[in-house]
């Protein structure tokens, strides 16, 4: 994967990072259910069963969305950093010429 500056691939690994972190968590609570689910009588199991297979699929499908929307709009993310980068040469630019014109006069 190439990005044109650090700071884009900072913020990749970031978002990156907390979808991660995100779906850990939900792996974690769909085990607690498991373990809960070992504990509980059998209409309890029942209705824990189906609520697992639906977070299950819910975690698989955000997984696949969220794979798909940092892909699809890849090229987005570099266009909203390039033109930050190049506002902030614009202020910098005006700043440089604006304290060079007041040491001046």
Do not use: C, P, W
Request: aromatic share 10%; proline share 0%.
């Amino acid at each position: 994967m190439y990005f044109s500056t650090l700071q884009e691939k900072i913020d990749m690994e970031k978002t990156q990072g907390k979808a991660e972190d995100f779906f850990s968590k939900a792996g974690k609570k769909i085990d607690e259910l498991v373990e809960e689910l070992k504990h509980s009588d059998i209409a309890k199991k029942i209705d824990l069963k189906e609520r697992l297979a639906e977070l299950k699929r819910n975690k698989e499908k955000l997984e696949r969305d969220f794979e798909n929307f940092t892909t699809d709009n890849q090229q987005n993310f570099k266009d909203i950093v390039n033109s930050f980068e190049e506002s902030f040469q614009d202020i910098k630019s005006a700043f440089q010429k604006a304290t060079k014109n007041n040491s001046k006069g």
